[in-house]
């Protein structure tokens, strides 16, 4: 299983409050990904970075920012969060984009009341 | 966007039956990946097929690259309870994007 981590595993928290999310990797792999998972929607990308402070957005962007000071660190902030980012994130992480195979972590389930 | 429809999205079967699932997209893809997502676990790689008219097995699991680029399938064959689970199928489109497409999932259950 390729190493990557997801902390917290699981977050409640309420409408208008900050949010960190953060994906850990021990592969040195120079592309990570944050996807959300929503019931009949599959996984749908949020941003991705291709290097350290290298970061673009996804197809789901609004609402999310995102942050990579090393290599091994991808945050997903969410400034003021809202009851539709009520999800499960996933990080992902891929060597390179050629072959593009995605490893993906564990998850993080949100709930925002 | 470019978008997946991935069918069927549910399905039962009695344990030793064959499966079959498939992909289709209006757009050409350069690469086609199946995952399995267990409950509570992030989706797992099974195949990744990178040409045309590809096939590609990994155990009881034969995945297919279509000739136009624009559909793949994916067979399980002699089914077993721990196959139970969804299937995401994703591709890729290529010419400098990263980003992968996903279908919505088809989520099958094995009967014992």
């Known amino acids: 299983d390729a190493g990557i981590t997801q902390s917290p595993r699981h977050k409640v928290t309420e409408t208008g409050t900050p949010v960190t999310l953060r994906c850990h990797q021990t592969?040195?792999?120079?592309?990570m990904y944050w996807y959300r998972q929503d019931p009949g929607h599959g996984l749908r990308l949020i941003h991705y970075?291709?290097?350290?402070?290298?970061?673009d957005k996804g197809e789901v962007s609004d609402g999310y920012s995102v942050s990579r000071s090393k290599t091994e660190d991808f945050l997903l902030t969410l400034e003021s969060a809202t009851s539709s980012q009520t999800s499960v994130y996933f990080c992902?992480?891929?060597?390179?984009?050629?072959?593009?195979?995605?490893?993906f972590g564990p998850g993080t389930r949100l709930t925002v009341l | 966007g470019q978008q997946l429809n991935q069918s069927p999205q549910s399905m039962f079967i009695q344990e030793g039956e064959d499966v079959s699932m498939n992909c289709t997209s209006s757009?050409?893809?350069?690469?086609w990946l199946w995952y399995k997502q267990d409950p509570g676990e992030g989706p797992v790689l099974l195949i990744a097929?990178?040409?045309?008219?590809e096939l590609t097995s990994n155990g009881r699991l034969t995945a297919q690259f279509g000739i136009t680029r624009k559909d793949s399938f994916l067979n399980i064959s002699a089914s077993i309870p721990s196959d139970v689970g969804i299937y995401f199928c994703a591709g890729q489109s290529g010419a400098g994007s990263y980003q992968l497409t996903f279908g919505k999932g088809t989520k099958l259950s094995v009967i014992p």
């Open positions: 970075s291709y290097g350290v402070k290298d970061t």
């Open positions: 592969e040195n792999h120079r592309y």
């Open positions: 097929l990178y040409k045309a008219g």
């Open positions: 757009s050409i893809f350069n690469t």
């Open positions: 992902a992480i891929s060597e390179s984009e050629v072959t593009d195979t995605q490893y």
